[in-house]
T-cell receptor
């Protein structure tokens, strides 16, 4: 099983809304990632959690707030987003963050900010 | 930050033809991964490479980890219409938690 599950698949939110994206994996992976992908562009790294601790924040605006409640779950809390934040948000996981391991991606959440 | 140069940007081929794409970097990478992404979906892992010179196959797909550890290529043999999509290379440097992506190769297969 190499499944990473993301919910919801689609989300439309207003600029004053607060919403959360969820990601779950049951592969025993200890590294989890959030990526943002705009149309016709490669995924861009936002955050890395390693052993439930935030290890990388790629200078992401504070309106994006990650959370890793346990080793299987990763959330991305959204607040006061801008229309330019509309994108496909991808979650990924790997056995560890730094050793030679594969990374598996979820199907993504298509976010539209209106 | 690290950059991966992926080429070509796009390819238009006839069904049955072979395809080759590659990624290069000015830095050494310890891991090379190749993904395929369909519109609106997440990237799906095709092949993972961990050793310089390693050649790995997955059905009609073959990928190699360059000897210099600064490049990798992906070949698709006897292409079929369902090969259509965007192919990304991704690499990780030793000890780094970052997985860096190339800009992608968009493949179109004409039946």
């Amino acid at each position: 099983d190499t499944e990473v599950t993301q919910t919801p698949k689609h989300l439309v939110m207003g600029m004053t809304n607060k919403k959360s994206l969820k990601c779950e994996q049951h592969m025993g992976h200890r590294a989890m990632y959030w990526y943002k992908q705009k149309a016709k562009k490669p995924p861009e790294l936002m955050f890395v959690y390693s052993y439930e601790k935030l290890s990388i924040n790629e200078s992401v605006p504070s309106r994006f707030s990650p959370e890793c409640p346990n080793s299987s779950l990763l959330n991305l809390h959204l607040h006061a987003l801008q229309p330019e934040d509309s994108a496909l948000y991808l979650c990924a996981s790997s056995r560890t963050g730094s050793m030679n391991t594969e990374a598996f991606f979820g199907q993504g959440t298509r976010l539209t900010v209106v | 930050g690290q950059q991966l140069n992926q080429s070509p940007q796009s390819m238009f081929i006839q069904e049955g033809e072979d395809v080759s794409m590659n990624c290069t970097s000015s830095s050494i990478f310890n891991t090379w991964l190749w993904y395929k992404q369909d519109p609106g979906e997440g990237p799906v892992l095709l092949i993972a490479l961990y050793k310089a010179g390693e050649l790995t196959s997955n059905g009609r797909l073959t990928a190699q980890f360059g000897i210099t550890r600064k490049d990798s290529f992906l070949n698709i043999s006897a292409s079929i219409p369902s090969d259509v999509g965007i192919y990304f290379c991704a690499g990780r440097q030793g000890g780094s938690e970052k997985l860096v992506f190339g800009k992608g190769t968009k493949l179109t297969v004409n039946p």
